[in-house]
């Protein structure tokens, strides 16, 4: 079971807030927080990240997530009550939106999805780097330190990290505070394992997610990387792709790598907020 949390304006539209692949929602707060005036937001992170319980490593997959989002959107109408909704999600949780669309079940009005890691297929001109992207992280994440004396040691490593020192002031302690969980052995764990971190880039590659618009159903921005700064993200190249062959509204945000609402929160959330403004969500 996910754990929601319910935070902004109860009498605004709604959005549900996710993050991507080893992440937590909260390290997202300097880009959420922009809706709290106008909006009833809804933040939650994936199974077995954060505070949720860690799932049985065969049911840590698309599939079940796809299944979680399915769920969530239910309790909080019932809980909440029933309006109109958006979905602003990232990388992993943007593909799940995406699954749960394709699918005929998506609850939300619009989508506006954050970098998705999308592999086109084999032949594109992208193909290549996007599997060799999935890999590396993969590789990178089955080696990752998992076990720490305090937060701030992770936090220091998150600071150190390309994209790191450009995040958002504070973003660092954040993302740390809630990746970690405190080891009944003493000091701090990854919440998500290391090994179900790494088999989710892999089970990305195989998704065939690359739909056209009409097949989703509902308004969609795409907002990717900046696939014109130099040694782009392979994301940033395949988000405009997809939007290009997609025929998806699309917005890059200049400078921006992968992890692009931690280093550019306030233009992350400028470009969602007019997107939703155009559409009129109600």
């Known amino acids: ?36 005036a106008d909006f009833d937001v809804i933040v939650f992170d994936m199974r077995s990240h954060g505070q949720n319980p860690r799932a049985d490593p065969t049911h840590h997959d698309y599939a079940h997530m796809v299944e979680d989002l399915d769920a969530l959107c239910r309790a909080v109408a019932q809980e909440f009550g029933a309006k109109p909704a958006a979905g ?40 290549a780097a996007m599997v060799a992207y999935e890999h ?15 937060p701030e040691e992770l936090a220091a490593e998150y600071a150190a990290t390309r994209s790191g020192r450009t995040w958002a ?10 990746v970690l969980q405190p080891d009944p052995g003493g000091g701090w764990a990854l919440a998500c394992p290391r090994e179900l971190e790494s088999s989710m ?4 590659i195989p998704l065939a997610l690359w739909p056209k618009r ?18 782009p993200a392979a994301t940033g190249l395949s988000n405009r792709a997809l939007a290009e062959e997609g025929g998806f509204d699309y917005r890059a945000i200049p400078g921006t790598s992968h992890l692009l609402q931690l280093e550019e929160p306030d233009a992350c959330a400028a470009a969602a907020l007019e997107f939703l403004r155009r559409i009129e969500l109600r």
């Open 88 to 127: 602003l999600f990232h990388s992993m949780s943007a593909q799940c939106a995406l699954l749960q669309a394709l699918a005929g079940r998506s609850q939300f009005e619009a989508l506006v999805l954050f970098d998705p890691p999308n592999v086109p297929a084999p032949g594109h001109p992208v193909h």
């Open 169 to 178: 002031e504070g973003t660092a302690a954040l993302m740390a505070g809630g």
């Open 214 to 231: 009409e097949q989703i159903g509902a308004p969609v921005l795409l907002v990717g990387a900046d696939p014109e700064r130099p040694y």
């Open 201 to 204: 880039y892999l089970q990305g």
């Open 1 to 36: 079971m996910l754990k929601a949390r319910r935070h902004g304006n109860p009498q605004g539209p709604r959005l549900f807030v996710s993050h991507g692949n080893g992440f937590v929602i909260d390290g997202y707060f300097h880009f959420w927080r922009r809706f709290l």
């Open 136 to 150: 590396k992280l993969a590789e990178w994440a089955r080696q990752r330190r998992q076990h720490f004396d305090r």
